[in-house]
Antibody, heavy 117, light 107 residues
Framework: EVQVVESGGGLVQPGGSLRLSCVASGFRFSSAWMHWVRQAPGKGLVWVSRLNGDGSERHYEDSVKGRFTISRDNSKNTVYLQMNSLTAEDTALYYC??????????WGQGVLVTVSS | DIQMTQSPSSLSASVGDRVTITCRASQDIHNYLAWYQQKPGKVPKLLISLSSTLQSGVSSRFSGSGSGTDFTLTISSLQPDDVATYYCQKYFHPPFTFGPGTKVDIK
């Protein structure tokens, strides 16, 4: 059974940083593209970032380029999202998701990030 | 970047009705289009990938079609359990943009 569990969310001040973690199991993690998707309260889904299995290829949505960094540790079945220079617009529920069959197949429960003073 | 639009933004239909949601890409995305269902307060769920491939365990009431720029998600007979917001997503080169969503409820 595939499991995806995020952690690391919380309240952070504008301009601050936060690192999200996502532990996944039940599939060949080291071969899987991993994604982060976010959803602001009451709003739609926004794709954030994607990282390939060996960590050599990464992509970002324009609004987070230069501020967010996706990485992974395959020895720990974990993918990370380092978020810097946070603003109120980054307040959202952040989902970690596996890529399967040319889509986002398995979603975690999400972790809430709140940026506020 | 390729933009994704959906119509309608919301709809209300009766149980048993056939419901169709449209998703349009601003450029050709071939068949790299996925559909997701998000029930209120729940995690999104993948329904369909590659425009028309129904995921295992998903009700056969759901079907997808289209290629290029125009796609549809059809619910053949709307059920109370289908109340949700439905999102399309392009999967043709990053960014993997979602559509704005279509909220479906029961009349």
């Amino acid at each position: 059974e595939v499991q995806v569990v995020e952690s690391g969310g919380g309240l952070v001040q504008p301009g601050g940083s936060l690192r999200l973690s996502c532990v996944a199991s039940g599939f060949r993690f080291s071969s899987a593209w991993m994604h982060w998707v976010r959803q602001a309260p009451g709003k739609g889904l926004v794709w954030v970032s994607r990282l390939n299995g060996d960590g050599s290829e990464r992509h970002y949505e324009d609004s987070v380029k230069g501020r967010f960094t996706i990485s992974r540790d395959n020895s720990k079945n974990t993918v990370y999202l380092q978020m810097n220079s946070l603003t109120a617009e980054d307040t959202a529920l952040y989902y970690c998701v596996t890529e399967t069959n040319w889509a986002l197949g398995y979603w975690g429960q999400g972790v809430l990030v709140t940026v506020s003073s | 970047d390729i933009q994704m639009t959906q119509s309608p933004s919301s709809l209300s239909a009766s149980v048993g009705d056939r419901v169709t949601i449209t998703c349009r890409a601003s450029q050709d995305i071939h068949n790299y289009l996925a559909w997701y269902q998000q029930k209120p307060g729940k995690v999104p769920k993948l329904l369909i990938s590659l425009s028309s491939t129904l995921q295992s365990g998903v009700s056969s009431r759901f079907s997808g079609s289209g290629s290029g720029t125009d796609f549809t998600l059809t619910i053949s007979s709307l059920q109370p359990d289908d109340v949700a917001t439905y999102y399309c997503q392009k999967y043709f080169h990053p960014p993997f943009t979602f559509g704005p969503g279509t909220k479906v409820d029961i009349k």
